[in-house]
C-alpha cells in the first residue's frame, strides 16, 4: 500500500509541475517565449499528457462538462483513489455515465492542488495562447491530420 501511495503522492507532485508550467506559458505575453517554454519542457511526459488529453478530438470527456461535471456538489463517491490518467481515461469512456461524472467531480475536489489543470483538460481549453498547431510543432504529441487541426485551432485560439 505505501508503496502505492508514495507513487500517487509523485504523481500528483508531476502535476503540479506541469501545472507550473502551463502558468508560466499563460503569463507571458510573447509567442516566442511561450514555445520557447514549451521546447525547454518539451520531454515530459505528464506535459505531453495533458496536451493529447486536452486537445485530441477523439477523447471527449461529454457535453457541457462545467454544467455536468464541474459545477457539481461535492459528494463522496470516490471509493479508491487513481492516477489521473485512469480517471481521464474513466470519464472519457463513460462521458454519459451521471454516477461516474460525479465520481470525478469528487476526485478533482480530493486534489485541489491539480483542479485548475483537471478543470482546463476536462473542458479542453488549457488557455495558452498559442495555437493547437504550435503546440504539437513542439510536442508531437497529437496525430491530427490537417483538416482536424483546422477544426480544433478555431475552437481553441
Known sequence: ILNNAEMLINHIRDLIYVQKI??????????????????????????????????????????????NIINLP????LDDVYSVWYMLDKLASNN??????????????????????ITGIITKDLNLG??????NKILKVLDLDSSQLAI??????
Open 96 to 117: 454519459t455515465n451521471s454516477y461516474i461524472k460525479q465520481e470525478f467531480k469528487d476526485y478533482m475536489a480530493f486534489f485541489p492542488d491539480i483542479e485548475e489543470l
Open 74 to 77: 461535492e459528494s463522496n463517491t
Open 22 to 67: 502551463l502558468r508560466e506559458i499563460r503569463e507571458s505575453s510573447s509567442l516566442a517565449e511561450k514555445k520557447s517554454i514549451l521546447a525547454q519542457h518539451k520531454n515530459n511526459e505528464n506535459l505531453k499528457a495533458v496536451i493529447k488529453y486536452a486537445y485530441s478530438p477523439d477523447i471527449n470527456f461529454g457535453d457541457n462538462v462545467v454544467e
Open 130 to 135: 498559442m495555437s493547437i498547431v504550435s503546440i
Open 152 to 157: 480544433s485551432n478555431w475552437f481553441h485560439k
